[in-house]
């Protein structure tokens, strides 16, 4: 016999012998037993469907995680890279400057956690600053 033969031949087999229990069964016995067949047979294809849908969902679920991981990755990547060459640009204009991140440090007076720049003091009177213009 070959399978296909054998899952029919199987499946007959369990209805007789369903139908034979259900004729040896009493009417009320037989009502409830008619029952529990029912829902049974209402809630198995459900079962399956379900199973399906849910398997279905969850690899797209995943198909869709992996595009966006991908698409998080090549957007980091490109935001780290932008980043670093802002970075390198600005050490490259600020190395020109005296007081900036990449020349001299700036000269500081220090009272505790705060710190004031001398460039920011104001000048006393009768004394200029450099680079300050007296005429405007």
């Known amino acids: 016999m070959q399978v ?9 087999i369990a209805l007789c012998a369903v139908l034979l229990l259900r004729l040896a069964l009493g009417e009320r016995r037989r009502e409830r037993f008619d029952g529990a067949l029912r829902r049974a047979w209402q809630r198995y294809p459900l079962r399956v469907w379900h199973a399906w849908q849910r ?4 690899r ?7 595009v966006r991981r991908e698409a ?37 007076e220090r009272e505790g956690n705060v710190l004031r720049p001398k460039a920011f003091r104001k000048a006393e009177p009768g004394t200029t ?8």
């Open 4 to 12: 296909g033969e054998m899952i029919v031949a199987g499946g007959v």
């Open 129 to 136: 600053q450099p680079g300050s213009d007296t005429l405007h």
């Open 55 to 58: 398997s279905r969902e969850r």
């Open 60 to 66: 797209r679920r995943d198909r869709l995680d992996a």
């Open 72 to 108: 998080d990755q090549r957007l980091r990547q490109s935001a780290e890279d932008e980043a670093r060459q802002l970075i390198a640009r600005a050490r490259e204009r600020a190395g020109a400057r005296p007081g900036s991140a990449g020349g001299t440090p700036p000269e500081v």
